[in-house]
């Protein structure tokens, strides 16, 4: 049987069969369409699909306006990529992968240029290499990771994981975008004291603040009242609310941050595909580049960054969209495994950086979304955002933020799969599930909760059950934690 999410807070039991995610044969479908996507199968609607695959791209619109600034440094040389390249690629490679998840994975996920990747290019690559051999590690990170789905690897290493392990990827991640919403809404800051803090001075301050609120309380109260689209009902009214107070109260731009909620002015912008193709694939591993030993280590960062913090969303945002089966498999995830690895060459090939599954993708699969066809919707919006570009600045950032909040609290209810009272799993899931937000990284949840799961049962005496895959996960993720001392031993800098 296949648990499907048909309103929010419900689910119906539906029979499963091979071949596909959650296949309904009793269901027929009602045109080509819905029998490619297979609609009506899996409970949802057109309807659904359009307003998941709207609701994702609003909560992910932001992308466009940070990647060019995470990028925006310079590469050894001191030079800098063109801030118009750099979006028309975001948007770029955004759309290809997002509608390859959606035409060949048909799954209701969205990939973009992953934030960690272009953190880690940012960080640690670039200042020692140039732009077009960065993009080119880009590419091999992302063809490592299609040689790990051809093999089998992936998915068996996605299966592999203990059920209650997977239900604490999903808690976990939930708490994580709970909490990436409330940062970049401004509701928590870093606190000087206390590692966090309410607002930036212990109090919440501002108008911006006060429209999260107000859009956050919108969608909560709408929810409880069973309303169709309530997501994206509430991120519309608080785009409105937003228009109406920036223009009555006349605020600063910068009290929005990225994305101001006023008119761009012109909305066309040509698309500039300059930065298309200038790629230099083993050009850092030479000597006029990092080094063969400096660049292999970024490319094992990147993999990392790559296959587990897309392979825990997968999980998570799929356990939400009611695709996995009692063990919390996912069948037929081979394809969309497969675009998402190809995610980190696409976006290699189109100056972008990596691009990999966004959490964000369960904002859509809130307002109802299963199926690729949603998918399809988000990366056509992108598409389009190859012309429009100033349109992608007019939701606020405190306004979409609403949404991660509201689906954080969603995902939490997988806390009821897991049995508490058993210490051997509740510890790594524990640890699972807060050190996604407590280190802002998913990868080191995950790793956490495989390692502790190890260790216990090795502890216990039953160092045969976790499997082998699981032990060599175990000594992956130990390299992993160890990198720094490692780069260090190898001389590494």
Not at 150 to 170: D, Q
Not at 178 to 188: D, H, Y
Request: glycine share 14%; charged share 10%; net charge neutral.
């Amino acid at each position: 049987m296949t648990r499907i999410s048909t309103e929010p807070g419900t689910t119906e039991e539906r029979p499963a069969t091979d071949g596909a995610l959650t296949p309904d044969a009793a269901t027929p479908p009602k045109n080509a369409l819905d029998a490619y996507f297979k609609i009506s199968a899996r409970g949802s609607t057109f309807g659904n699909e359009l307003r998941g695959g709207l609701t994702t791209f609003m909560a992910m619109a932001y992308i466009m306006l940070l990647n060019p600034i995470l990028l925006g440094g310079a590469d050894k040389n001191g030079l800098h990529l063109d801030h118009a390249q750099l979006t028309t690629a975001t948007a770029l490679a955004a759309a290809v992968t997002t509608i390859l998840l959606g035409v060949v994975g048909n799954v209701p996920l969205a990939a973009a240029a992953g934030l960690s990747v272009s953190g880690a290019i940012s960080a640690i690559v670039v200042p020692h290499t140039t732009w077009p051999q960065a993009m080119g590690l880009c590419v091999i990170y992302g063809l490592l990771i299609v040689l790990l789905v051809v093999s089998g690897l992936r998915e068996k290493i996605m299966n592999g994981i203990p059920l209650p392990i997977k239900h604490a990827i999903t808690i976990g991640i939930g708490l994580f975008i709970a909490l990436i919403g409330l940062a970049k809404a401004g509701f928590v800051t870093q606190g000087k004291g206390p590692l966090l803090q309410l607002g930036p001075t212990g109090e919440l301050a501002g108008w911006p603040v006060l429209i999260f609120a107000v859009t956050l309380l919108t969608i909560f109260v709408l929810l409880t009242r069973n309303t169709r689209g309530a997501i994206l009902i509430g991120l519309g009214a608080g785009t409105a609310l937003a228009f109406i107070v920036n223009a009555a109260v006349g605020l600063d731009d910068k009290v929005w941050g990225l994305q101001v909620p006023k008119w761009p002015g012109s909305p066309v912008d040509a698309p500039n595909f300059g930065l298309f193709g200038d790629v230099d694939v083993f050009g850092a591993f030479g000597g006029q580049g990092m080094g063969a030993i400096s660049a292999s280590v970024a490319v094992f960062t990147l993999v990392l960054a790559g296959f587990f913090d897309a392979m825990a969303t997968i999980i998570g945002v799929g356990t939400e969209a009611g695709l996995a089966d009692k063990q919390g498999r996912m069948p037929g995830l081979s394809k969309a495994l497969f675009v998402d690895g190809a995610g980190g060459a696409i976006g290699g090939l189109s100056g972008a950086s990596g691009q990999t599954v966004f959490v964000e993708s369960a904002t859509g699969v809130g307002e109802g979304s299963r199926t690729g066809l949603a998918s399809v919707v988000t990366g056509g919006l992108f598409a389009l955002m190859l012309f429009f570009t100033p349109l992608a600045s007019i939701v606020p950032v405190q306004v979409a933020s609403a949404a991660l909040v509201v689906i954080g609290s969603m995902m939490m209810s997988q806390a009821r799969h897991i049995d508490w009272s058993d210490r051997e799993v509740a510890i790594p899931a524990f640890l699972t599930c807060v050190l996604m937000p407590f280190t802002y990284s998913i990868t080191a949840g995950v790793a956490a909760g495989v390692l502790t799961y190890c260790v216990i049962k090795a502890g216990r005496g039953k160092w045969r059950e976790p499997g082998p895959l699981m032990w060599v996960l175990s000594g992956v993720f130990l390299i992993y934690f160890a990198l720094t001392p490692v780069k260090a031993w190898l001389g590494v800098h």
